[in-house]
């Protein structure tokens, strides 16, 4: 059964996907001559760059969540649909989801990325991940639940395991959440457990490579590992994981180490539909498209974003994922959908980088721009303006400054709810 | 198993429950020579009177709920345990709880009060009560989805139950979210869905009696009714409820009412610990005390706030069960408790009635005080200060009143996102 929605002379772009990419390229298309089907599972755009602090009590999820249907107010082509896509049906052109099926004229798949435990089922089954707004609030319910728990045991030894954090993985989301535990630790924690002592409390970040931040410059990497090791983090780098059965996680020729709380922040893999060709997918689970985000094979199926994949001179191994990339990628392919139109010839795309940045703690990033590296407290700034204006609404702009104005001042992260909606009628999970 | 507890010189106060009466209580004893154990099944403490605001997405649950540890911080004799309380041992002068037993020296039992469905089991499984927070967040979450279905349906007969919400129970609760919902029709669903049409959304409060706030004067009750008639609410007085399959509602001798969401504020019982002779709860599941809050037949188990049932000269039916008399019992049992351990004579409680109020969506409220009743936008200023100053914690204090600034300039509240956090380690329900 086809989803109910309008057949208009407008030719139809369906949207799989309301990240940066995603609805970048919705807020573009809407003033053109287009209908546009925006499908998301969510209700809500999800500001990746923040869940670490959602996960560490520091905002709320509304203040990073911003409701679709707001940013399409009064709009009378864009269509959104909270759905699941099962399935791609390139013979019949339409797409098959958990409300039926809608047809496109042009298809842009901008699913993103997804966790990647490269096969290791022991953490897929134990450990915590952070890529969505609930996985995030997963944590920040957790973490909570160890100390109380924690509070009320006499065996010195599970509690120390209860304590213990180790966080997997030393791109950006892991050192951002590892700073932010350690400030936890140091200002919030003994504060709100007189009865612990967090001196026995450890945080380890465990990193394969030689240098944390391996996307960024290897100045950056070092910066952060000082500041990270100054706020007690003990950081691994060059050390494997092997396993995690939920009390210890083993570390290749270098024993065990016991923690009931393990944080996954490793690696990311394309989120697929399915109903492709397996021809078109490549490492890392991505889309392989030419450099107008089309898809081999096809002249109106598109992908954009983390689950694109483009080779070009400057990037012979494709595009970083992050979320620079999806935003300039919807840009381009959103003039190229009008040339289309216009039968216009078509821009190839070129990737501008603008730089990255990670924040290490509650004073300290590092930044690296095309031609200038730097860190601590400008940084710092740097990194906060940045975000700010990238947030969507102005609301939240606001509620996030006074959080972290107010977090700044009094060292205090102040969410700490273990809070869980009722799943049932009548029945709530209290 | 005894909860691990240090064992100390200082008498032992237990409280359970951590509302408006047992958080004041363990406010007013800490500084006082007791060991204070404070048990709640949250970590949070909840203010009730705007669980209605977070049902309807003008407000997040962080802002009306705060960590109980945030507010005993550094303080050294007061225990926070989070469990379920299963039994009170009266014999062995402990209560049992999921955590193991916690012994006492006197034990204050402030759990408050919870939905009562009188019986009727068809409302208890399909309709959506509002007494905690994930209540509130599961019928936000709920409201919601009940719209992105609406669009994709095409039976008018299907979409109009849909859009229909019925409230049963004309109090402050059933009164203020019929207004804030009658206000989210008015300025904020037409936009975020153009594709549904409105004026097909009806809105309907049944009251049983012959009046809406019936604690409150008749004046109240008779604007509220003429403020909720004018934002489009149908008020239905002297209408009973029969039955509800969770597609039609039976109202006795008027025929059935087709509507997929009931939000239930009929009523309240007391919630009981188990392990008390039946003899001490009397009408609407409370307990019967004396002047002092104390449980007939004991010496040292008392009872605050919405369970207890204390009837005076003055209240020979009990007093009602609101905020006022929940935080003046707790005052008053803290100084009592203080004479006893002094070997003084004990004071008698006495309400001090300071009068009731009631929002009625944007802009308008009912006050009742002593000698003074008024109506319309200076009662909606007073509602909105005073509920402002009972608010735990600045922070709190500052957000809410930006997110009403702001809903109040934008006629928009903001916080629509259906949002669940992952329920299972490595399995999040997105």
């Not at 290791?120 to 969505?132: A, L, R, Y």
């Not at 007189?194 to 026995?200: A, C, S, T, Y």
């Not at 399915?274 to 991505?286: A, S, Y």
């Not at 009008?338 to 290490?360: C, H, W």
Request: hydrophobic content about 40%; proline content about 4%.
């Amino acid at each position: 059964m086809p989803v109910n929605i309008p057949e208009t002379k407008q030719p139809r772009v369906v949207i799989i996907g309301a990240g940066f990419a995603g609805l970048k390229l919705a807020r573009k298309l809407y003033k053109q001559d287009f209908q546009i089907v925006l499908i998301d599972r969510n209700n809500y755009h999800q500001f990746q760059p923040l869940f670490y602090q959602v996960a560490t009590a520091g905002l709320e999820p509304s203040s990073i969540s911003f409701p679709l249907r707001k940013v399409f107010q009064k709009v009378k082509n864009v269509f959104i649909r909270i759905a699941e896509v099962e399935k791609i049906d390139v013979d019949k052109k339409h797409i098959e989801t958990s409300l039926g099926t809608v047809r496109y004229n042009y298809l842009v798949i901008a699913t993103g990325a997804t966790t990647n435990f490269f096969g290791m089922d022991s953490f897929e089954k134990n450990s915590i991940p952070m890529k969505s707004v609930p996985e995030a609030l997963y944590l920040r319910n957790t973490l909570l639940e160890n100390f109380e728990k924690a509070v009320t045991l006499r065996d010195e030894q599970e509690k120390r395991r209860l304590l213990n954090i180790v966080v997997v993985g030393g791109g950006p989301t892991g050192v951002e959440v590892c700073g932010a535990l350690a400030e936890m630790r140091k200002f919030v924690l003994p504060k709100d457990y007189p009865e612990l002592d967090f001196n026995h409390m450890s945080i380890t970040l465990v990193e394969a490579n030689q240098q944390l931040l391996h996307g960024m410059s290897r100045e950056a990497g070092e910066k952060a590992f000082r500041y990270l090791s100054k706020l007690g983090v003990d950081v691994k780098l060059e050390h494997k994981v092997t396993h995690y059965d939920g009390r210890e996680v083993g570390l290749e020729d270098r024993g065990n180490f016991e923690t009931s709380t393990l944080i996954w922040a490793a690696g990311v893999k394309g989120q697929m539909p399915g109903g492709l060709n397996p021809g078109c997918v490549v490492r890392g689970n991505r889309l392989r498209v030419n450099r107008f985000n089309r898809i081999d094979g096809f002249t109106n199926i598109y992908a954009i974003g983390d689950i694109a994949y483009m080779e070009t001179e400057k990037y012979p191994h494709g595009h970083p994922q992050v979320a620079q990339v999806a935003l300039q990628m919807a840009d381009n392919l959103a003039l190229n959908l009008f040339r289309i139109e216009q039968k216009q010839e078509l821009n190839p795309f070129v990737y501008s980088d603008k730089g990255s940045m990670a924040t290490v703690g509650r004073n300290r990033a590092v930044v690296d721009l095309p031609y200038l590296k730097f860190a601590g407290f400008p940084a710092w700034l740097v990194w906060m303006f940045v975000h700010l204006m990238s947030i969507v609404g102005v609301k939240n702009r606001l509620v996030i400054f006074i959080n972290w104005l107010w977090n700044y001042m009094t060292y205090d992260q102040s969410l700490r709810l273990i809070l869980r909606p009722a799943v049932k009628k009548g029945h709530s999970e209290k």
